[in-house]
């Protein structure tokens, strides 16, 4: 594993006081339904991103970040739109605390769903390499699927999740908790160790804290794989070191010989993960997946597996059907 991983754990702290943007039009979607497929773009670090109107104008890109507390535009996109800024925030980033001026959003639309009045903090195009984010303060009242396989985004309205009935042995469905949208998953084993797992659709690489590691140096034979360093979109860079794992279950759901980052990043915190072994979890495993449905009113997800992952690690398998 060598390269850059891009995360990014954003979250807003007390207010303190392709390059070219695309072409606006006045397409927008029908808001009398419940749901939406939307085409999905993948970046170059595996994001997933869908079609975003700003006060009626639009399209614009936005990676849809469940790791993220706050929706964000970027600079050039707030510039097209003549947004001007209205006050300042410090934004906490992947690896840094930076501050940011806000804008004021009268609508920001995708598929059927319309959020009205919304500030958001604006960052720097460089950063984000997108036209914005979508984090939990746009999507945490939904059910949302990453169909993988389909290459398709899917947002829609919570539904009783005994409707669907996936052949026995290709899915399984995971019971979370958590408020606002982080939820959390406590039934999670990494190599014996106990530890709590979230999903963070925004960060390219699955990350485990040093509490993790040193529960796992305890067990004995852990090793290292050498170094890599992970960027956020408020800039910075933090190292972390590149550690083996055997086996990581998550009730039925199992990761085999995988491989995890190890570094104290801020969702931790965000996430209430302080001084206990946690885990996050990833572009890197989640694409080995045909689909994953986050369902924030249900506090579940659900993860279909693929017929051919795209890459030989790690293996998943799910054990029974749930």
Known sequence: MSGAAAALGLSIAHPALSQQVTTPSKDIPPEDHDAATLTARTDDADHLSIEVMINDQG????????????????DNVAQALGLAPVASVLVDGFSRRIPA???QVDSLAFGPFRHKNLTLPILPRQYL????????????????TFDFAGKTLKIEQPRDPSRRHPPPGT??????????????VSDCVVDGVRATAFIDTGAQISVGNRALKAALALRGGLHSLGPLILK???????????????????????????????????????????NRPGLLIGMNFLRQFAAV???????????????APPLPTPGVRINSHA
Do not use: C
């Open 129 to 144: 390499l997108a036209d914005g984010y979508l984090g939990l303060d746009a999507i945490s009242d939904s059910r949302v």
């Open 59 to 74: 399209p614009y890109h936005f990676v849809v970040d469940t790791g993220a507390e706050s929706s964000v535009v970027a």
């Open 101 to 103: 001026q806000t804008v």
């Open 232 to 274: 956020g979109v408020t800039g910075g860079e933090i190292l972390s070191e590149v550690i083996p794992v055997s086996l990581i279950k998550l009730e039925d759901l199992s990761f085999t010989d995988s491989r995890l980052a190890i570094a104290d990043v801020p969702s931790f915190d965000a996430w209430n993960v302080h």
């Open 171 to 184: 899915s399984t469905r995971l019971w979370a908790s958590g408020s606002s949208g982080r939820l959390r």
């Open 293 to 307: 449905t986050i369902d924030y009113r249900q506090k579940s997800i659900r993860f279909e597996l693929s017929e």
